[in-house]
């Protein structure tokens, strides 16, 4: 089974449509430089959720920080692959 890290960036690809987008841990998603739309992104959330779900947890994307353009998990797809597992790791 894949780690949940390559579940986000296997996610990523997906949504981005496009092969000549390189993307890994330090691909910024949001930003000047982020490779999501808004609408992109929320679909990649909805699929983080349903991945929750397989894994048992309920995955939250909503926090107050979420957007902040400093802490925000949505910075890098490494940021937010270590925010899904660490909530997963706090459900278990």
Known sequence: ???EAEDVLEQ????LEDDSVA??????????HGVMDS??????????EDRAVVL?????WTSETAMSQGRSMFRTIG?????????????T
């Open 56 to 60: 048992g947890f309920e995955f939250d």
């Open 12 to 15: 990523v690809r997906l949504l």
């Open 39 to 48: 609408m992109s992104l929320v679909e990649l959330c909805l699929r983080l």
């Open 1 to 3: 089974m894949e780690s």
């Open 23 to 32: 993307v890994n841990r330090d691909t910024a998603l949001i930003g000047e």
């Open 79 to 91: 940021s937010l692959q270590d925010e899904f597992d660490s909530q997963q790791k706090r459900a």
